[in-house]
């Protein structure tokens, strides 16, 4: 079954640093998406991107965040410089279509120190 | 604006028990979608159903069931003969017409003993 897969699964990095967390979508899917979860809380949408541009981004992605698909199967999330409330984990997601089911991927856990 | 309510937040059951999970959504918009996911203790979130606002029939799906009643704006979820291996947090969750992003409510963590 097609999955959704993301690297790295567990990064630690200190405060300040640069971090990108990769995802390989479902090949055949058009609209991306990264999630944030702190641990212990719930799920939070952190941007949407369709035909190489964002559609829609939450408060949460701000200038520090950005989103690229540099080639025809990754999707990346680019967080400039880190801070210690950015510890979560990141959930990649693809859908085929605009009302289709969302899959996530496994996660990357990402810890600052 | 939209939510997704779990007002249960953590349950434990002895194995073999039915569990309900509940689940309430306010929206505005007509056309939406609703989901459950699973998220076990590894931690990845795994898709279980996704039903839209236009079809209120409920499902079935092995030991998982889904009653969804627009009228009281809910779509519970119920397991039957609940397994060890059911133990895991579960998320309800909307999308709606404006865009494709999904709401999470808070999650019920399940814990099922054997």
């Known amino acids: 079954e097609p999955e959704v897969t993301q690297t790295p699964s567990h990064q630690v990095t200190q405060m300040g640093q640069e971090v990108i967390l990769r995802c390989v979508p479902i090949?055949?899917?058009?609209?991306f998406y990264w999630y944030r979860q702190i641990l212990g809380q719930k799920v939070e949408f952190l941007v949407s991107?369709?035909?190489?541009?964002?559609?829609?981004k939450s408060e949460i992605f701000d200038d520090q965040f950005s989103v690229e698909r540099p080639d025809g199967s990754n999707f990346t999330l680019k967080i400039r410089s880190t801070k210690l409330e950015d510890s979560a984990m990141y959930f990649c997601?693809?859908?085929?279509?605009?009302?289709?089911?969302?899959?996530f991927g496994e996660g990357s856990w990402l810890t600052v120190v | 604006a939209q939510k997704v309510t779990q007002a249960q937040t953590e349950i434990s059951v002895v194995e073999k028990e039915d569990v309900t999970l509940d689940c309430v959504y306010e929206?505005?918009?007509?056309?939406?979608?609703l989901f459950w996911y699973k998220q076990p203790p590894s931690g990845e979130l795994v898709f279980l159903i996704r039903?839209?606002?236009?079809?209120?029939q409920n499902e079935i799906s092995g030991r998982y069931s889904w009653n969804f009643q627009k009228s009281t704006s809910s779509f519970n979820f119920t397991i039957t003969a609940s397994q060890v291996v059911d133990s895991a947090v579960y998320f309800c969750?909307?999308?709606?017409?404006?865009?494709?992003?999904?709401?999470f409510g808070k999650g019920i963590t399940l814990s099922v003993r054997p």
């Open positions: 929206t505005r918009d007509t056309t939406y979608y």
């Open positions: 039903r839209n606002s236009f079809d209120e």
């Open positions: 997601a693809s859908s085929d279509t605009f009302w289709g089911t969302i899959y």
């Open positions: 969750a909307l999308s709606t017409g404006a865009n494709s992003k999904l709401t």
């Open positions: 991107f369709y035909n190489n541009e964002i559609s829609e």
């Open positions: 090949s055949n899917h058009l609209y």
